[in-house]
């Protein structure tokens, strides 16, 4: 008979509450993480500089081609084999930032390609560099016009920050793994963490939608 329990989530609201404040922390610094290095890589992905051409194209397909799991394991056992030792929590989020950063990347690189072609010609007459014209004309239009799928991304982001548990990152779901041990009902363990994720996933869906409809409306 599947039962459950609201005073699991009473008696171990502590345990709860320091994994959910630690998922939280760790998704605000992988999403400023991965915004920067996935706008750094966007660019590069279309610079007309081969090298750094070929370095974004080689970072996207790499990263986005193989598990976060195995992202975060490198981190975690792969740079202390090399005498960089990290904590779960950093390696965690690290992975995080730089798997998430591949998908980031290709959002805004489709964003930059969709911003008409005249508006870098006209920043360039101007007087403005290539990379000025990047910084300051292009990257704020191609950023508006991918905000959606950037939102996306971003849900995403949280969803897959229970990958820490797994290095003992000290996220929720690494804390519910542990109320799980002591108290041996699943379903209601993982039913509350799952209601805790939905706090931080629903206003983050509700705020795409809403970006959405205001620049469909726009357009």
Known sequence: MV???????FDNWDRFMDGFLNT????LIALAGSFVLGAIIAVM???PMKLLNWIGTVYVEIIRNIPLLIVVLFFFLGLPAMGVPLDGFTAGTLGLTIYTAS???EAIRAGIQSVPRGQSEAARSSGLSYNQAMLYIILPQAIKIVLPAIGNQFINLVKNSSVLAI???????????LINSDTFMPITVYAITALFYLVLT???S???HYMEGRLARRS
């Not at 459950?4 to 989530?9: A, Q, R, S, Y």
């Not at 939280?24 to 998704?27: L, M, N, P, R, T």
């Open 202 to 204: 629903i206003p983050l």
């Open 167 to 177: 290095v003992a990152g000290l996220d929720l779901m690494y804390y519910s793994d």
């Open 3 to 9: 039962t459950f329990d609201i005073h699991v989530l």
């Open 45 to 47: 992905r279309i610079s």
């Open 24 to 27: 939280i922390e760790a998704s």
């Open 103 to 105: 998908f980031i990347a």
């Open 206 to 208: 509700i705020l795409v």
